[in-house]
C-alpha cells in the first residue's frame, strides 16, 4: 500500500472562466465576494475590458481579428476570435476537473466564444458546466435570437447547462432599478458557482465530493441548481421548498431523475429536519431517480439558520434538447437512466438511504445528535475512472502498473504525474 502523503491535494480542481462582457463582471463579483477554492479567467476580445479585471488569468482572444475593440453583436466574429487564441485557452484550462463557463448570452462575444471554450474543456476531459443569462426583454428581439442560437450551440458542448432568464428578476420587484437588475445577474451567476463548488471543498457529516456531482451532471443537459435559506420552526421545510421552486430558474425540478441535495445547518440541526427537507424533494422527482445527499454543518451561517443546496438534471421533457458530437467514454444522465430504471439495484440503493434517514429518526434524538456532531462518517467507496491520461483522445500514454493507485481519482494523484 502506497504511503498516504498529507500534501497532495483533497479536492477537484475547479476553474471559472467569464466570457465577453457580462461573463467578466460576473467574475469581478465572485472575487469581490471572496469565492473560495476556484481559479478564475476571464476571456474577452475588449482589452479595456480585460484591464478592468480582477481574475487571476486574462486571456485576451482575437487581437488580429478585433484589435482591442468588441465583436459589435457579431457571434461569428466572437467565435472566429476564440478558435483564433484557443491554444492559449486550452493551457488555461489544462488540469481542471471542473470548469464552469459564466457569461451573457446575446451579445458576440460572449455567444460566440463561449462554446469554443466548452468544446476545450471537456476536450481536456473537465466536467464542463455553462451558467448563463437570457436578455432582458428592453434589449430587444435581436439579442434574444442572437442568445438562442448561442444556447443551443454552447448546451451542444457543456455537460450541463443552468439558464438563468433575466426578466425572471424584473418579477420579483417591479421597482428594481436597471443597476440593481444587473447586479442580480452576477449574483445569482455567483450563488450558482458557489453552491455547486462549496458542495466540492467543504467538508461535511455526510461528504459530498466530485464523483457525486459528476453523476448527476454529467452530459445531463439542461440542468436546475435551486438554493434555499430559511429561519424559524420550519425552516426545513421552507429552505427545501424555496431551493425546488426558485423563480429565477427556467426549469422545474418535477420529474427530474437525477438529484444531488446538500443540508447546511448549525450544531443544532436535527436528523428529523433533514428527513422533512429530504421528503420534500424527493416527492417533487421521479420515482427511480439517482439521489445523492449530503449534510454539512456551516459557521458560516447565521444563528438558526438551514440552507438547503440542489441540483437536478435528468428531466423527462427539457426545456431545450441540444445535439451532441458523441465522445467516447462518456454515458449522458438520461441514457443511463433509461437503462437503469429497471434496475433492482438502482432502486435497492435508493430504498437503502431512505430505510437509513428513517432509522436514525426514530433514534433516541439526543443518541443521534450525538452521532451526528461527534462522530466522523464511515468513508464511501467511489468508482470513479478519471485518468486523464488514459482519455486525452490526442495523445496516447502507457498505463501505470500500479494497482494501488488504480482506484484513487486522478486529481487525488496529481503530485505523482507532475
Request: glycine share 10%.
Amino acid at each position: 500500500m502506497p504511503k498516504v502523503n498529507p500534501e497532495i491535494e483533497a479536492f477537484a480542481r475547479i476553474k471559472v472562466v467569464g466570457i465577453g462582457g457580462s461573463g467578466g463582471n460576473a467574475v469581478n463579483h465572485m472575487v469581490r465576494s471572496k469565492v473560495n477554492g476556484v481559479e478564475f479567467i476571464v476571456t474577452n476580445t475588449d482589452a479595456q475590458d480585460l484591464h478592468n479585471s480582477l481574475a487571476s488569468k486574462k486571456i485576451h482572444i482575437g487581437k488580429n481579428l478585433t484589435r482591442g475593440l468588441g465583436t459589435g453583436m457579431n457571434p461569428e466574429l466572437g467565435k472566429r476570435a476564440a478558435e483564433e487564441t484557443k491554444e492559449e485557452i486550452q493551457e488555461a484550462l489544462k488540469g481542471a476537473d471542473m470548469v464552469f463557463i459564466a457569461g451573457g448570452m446575446g451579445g458576440g462575444t460572449g455567444t460566440g466564444a463561449s462554446p469554443v471554450v466548452a468544446r476545450t474543456a471537456r476536450e481536456l476531459n473537465a466536467l464542463t458546466i455553462g451558467v448563463v443569462t437570457k436578455p432582458f426583454f428592453f434589449e430587444g428581439s435581436q439579442r434574444m435570437s442572437l442568445a438562442d442560437k448561442g444556447l443551443d450551440a454552447l448546451g451542444a458542448e457543456v455537460d450541463a447547462l443552468i439558464i438563468i432568464p433575466n426578466d425572471k428578476l424584473l418579477n420579483n420587484s417591479k421597482d428594481t432599478t436597471v443597476l440593481n437588475a444587473f447586479a442580480q445577474c452576477d449574483e445569482v451567476l455567483r450563488q450558482a458557482v458557489e453552491g455547486i463548488s462549496d458542495l466540492i471543498t467543504t467538508p461535511g457529516l455526510i461528504n459530498v465530493d466530485f464523483a457525486d456531482i459528476k453523476a448527476v451532471m454529467a452530459d445531463a443537459g439542461t440542468a436546475l441548481m435551486g438554493i434555499g435559506v430559511a429561519s424559524g420552526e420550519n425552516r426545513a421545510i421552507e429552505a427545501a421548498r424555496i431551493a425546488i421552486n426558485s423563480p429565477l430558474l427556467d426549469v422545474s425540478i418535477n420529474g427530474a431523475r437525477g438529484v444531488l441535495f446538500a443540508i447546511a445547518g448549525g450544531e443544532d440541526m436535527t436528523m428529523n429536519e433533514v428527513q422533512e427537507a429530504a421528503k420534500i424533494i424527493t416527492e417533487s422527482v421521479d420515482s427511480n431517480a439517482r439521489v445523492i445527499f449530503g449534510a454539512i454543518i456551516d459557521s458560516k451561517l447565521r444563528k438558526g439558520e438551514i440552507r438547503i443546496t440542489v441540483i437536478a438534471s435528468g428531466f423527462p421533457e427539457p426545456s431545450r434538447t441540444f445535439k451532441r458530437p458523441e465522445r467516447q467514454g462518456r454515458e449522458s444522465l438520461s441514457e443511463s437512466t433509461t437503462e437503469e430504471l429497471d434496475d433492482d439495484t438502482l432502486f435497492a440503493q435508493k430504498k437503502e438511504s431512505e430505510i437509513k434517514l428513517a432509522d436514525a429518526v426514530r433514534k433516541d434524538k439526543i443518541m443521534a445528535e450525538r452521532a451526528i456532531f461527534n462522530t466522523v462518517p464511515e468513508e464511501k467507496e467511489r468508482a470513479v475512472t478519471m485518468n486523464r491520461n488514459e482519455q486525452k483522445p490526442t495523445f496516447e500514454t502507457e498505463e501505470e502498473d500500479d494497482d494501488d493507485l488504480g482506484v484513487i481519482p486522478s486529481f487525488l494523484r496529481r503530485s505523482k504525474l507532475r
